[in-house]
């Protein structure tokens, strides 16, 4: 059984970096679910997946879902994280530090 490891944080940070374990791809859908569905509209998800060095930015956590359960690498994906902000700049500044190791990431 493979276990998937999933990071979360909301946009208020009050309750830090949450750590979630999920043994199946459906488990991982249904906490993401859970975590989001119902929330605020106003809210910006940054999702960085760290085996295949993936980022996606967006306001649907449903679109996020589906990112996750089309993506072929997903075999090999293990760590994903997932936190929310209150606005585009502050979600593409974390999403910069989280690449800063690639090569593309600054001029």
Same mark, same amino acid.
């Given at each position: 059984?493979?276990?998937?490891?999933?990071y979360f944080t909301d946009?208020?940070?009050?309750?830090?970096? !949450?750590?979630?374990?999920?043994?199946?791809?459906?488990?991982?859908?249904?906490?993401?679910?859970?975590?989001?569905?119902?929330?605020?509209?106003?809210?910006?998800?940054?999702?960085?997946?760290?085996?295949?060095?993936?980022?996606?930015?967006?306001?649907?956590?449903?679109?996020? !879902?589906?990112?996750?359960?089309?993506?072929?690498?997903?075999?090999?994906?293990?760590?994903?994280?997932?936190? !929310?902000?209150?606005?585009?700049?502050?979600?593409?500044s974390v999403g910069l530090?989280?690449?800063?190791?690639?090569?593309?990431?600054?001029?």
């Open positions: 059984m493979k276990n998937y490891n999933l946009k208020s940070f009050e309750t830090g970096l !949450q750590h979630f374990k999920c043994d199946k791809k459906f488990d991982l859908l249904d906490k993401i679910d859970e975590l989001c569905c119902g929330k605020s509209s106003q809210v910006v998800y940054l999702l960085f997946v760290e085996e295949c060095n993936f980022t996606f930015i967006g306001e649907s956590h449903i679109k996020i !879902q589906e990112i996750i359960e089309k993506m072929k690498i997903y075999r090999f994906s293990r760590n994903f994280y997932l936190h !929310q902000y209150r606005s585009y700049e502050d979600a593409y530090l989280m690449n800063a190791k690639n090569n593309l990431c600054y001029n």
